[in-house]
């Protein structure tokens, strides 16, 4: 299984960004995807994650500005991001689950892990 993260970059704060999170070897479909970020100096922190249902789920900080959404038909899983601030700038990781359901945002619940795409957002 592997993921390949992309779409990040550098950008103004105020900006928006929208991430990729490709499968190959694994329908993200039949389980949960998610998203998880670390800034500097940081430990790695949940952002959203969607099940295999469809359903959401999203940190409080980022909640408002940030939409997880699923391309059943490309295997993608993306994470728009808007109104992006500087506390925004992190290595952001999309993660699969072993599970379908479970919308917990505990990463340990994660068994496989992209690379990491960079964000900066610039003030």
């Known amino acids: 299984v592997q993921l390949q993260a992309s779409g990040g970059g550098l950008v103004q704060a105020g900006g928006s960004l929208r991430l990729s999170c490709l499968a190959s070897?694994?329908?993200?479909?039949?389980?949960?995807t998610g998203w998880f970020r670390q800034g500097p100096g940081k430990e790695r922190e949940f952002v959203a994650l969607?099940?295999?249902?469809?359903?959401?789920n999203y940190a409080d900080s980022v909640k408002g500005r940030v939409t997880i959404s699923r391309d059943n038909a490309k295997n993608t899983v993306y994470l728009q991001v808007n109104s992006l601030k500087p506390e925004d700038t992190a290595v952001y990781f999309c993660?699969?689950?072993?599970?379908?359901?479970?919308?917990?945002?505990?990463?340990?619940?994660?068994?496989?892990w992209g690379q990491g795409t960079q964000v900066t957002v610039s003030s």
């Open positions: 993660a699969a689950s072993v599970y379908s359901f479970d919308s917990s945002p505990d990463q340990h619940r994660y068994r496989y």
């Open positions: 070897g694994r329908t993200l479909g039949d389980y949960v």
């Open positions: 969607i099940t295999a249902g469809g359903r959401t």
